[in-house]
């Protein structure tokens, strides 16, 4: 089993920038891949970007490229997506996810296993 739980969450203008971290514990060395993702308000989840952990290598969807990034701290086991240049279109509650089965389709959240319980992101006009 491998346990996430996301924090960082919060208000923000639109134009500002909010980190998010996700811990892990567990099993987490069967990890391959940390995926975020998002979900608004009447709106299905959708994907925001994903990193191998071995590689670094990342992956991001084009609605956030170039404003988000997402890196992490092997040593605390913990994957941070910091986000630049919110607009309010990025509110959302936003879920830290893991998966043990590759790096192949990552941004599909049916190949993800464990999953945090999410945190509130709001961007005010």
């Known amino acids: 089993q491998v346990q996430l739980v996301e924090s960082g969450g919060g208000l923000v203008q639109a134009g500002g920038s909010l980190r998010l971290s996700c811990a892990a514990s567990?099993?987490?060395?069967?990890?391959?891949?940390m995926g975020w993702f998002r979900q608004a308000p009447g709106k299905e989840r959708e994907f925001v970007g994903a990193?191998?952990?071995?590689?670094?290598?990342?992956y991001y969807a084009d609605s956030v490229k170039g404003r988000f990034t997402i890196y992490r701290d092997n040593a605390k086991n913990t994957v941070v997506l910091q986000m630049n240049s919110l607009k309010p279109e990025d509110t959302a509650v936003y879920y830290c996810?893991?998966?043990?089965?590759?790096?192949?389709?990552?941004?599909?959240?049916?190949?993800?296993?464990?999953w945090g319980q999410g945190t509130q992101v709001t961007v005010s006009s």
């Open positions: 990193i191998h952990c071995s590689s670094g290598s990342t």
């Open positions: 996810a893991a998966r043990s089965g590759g790096w192949y389709s990552s941004f599909d959240s049916v190949k993800y296993d464990y």
């Open positions: 567990g099993r987490t060395f069967s990890m391959t891949t």
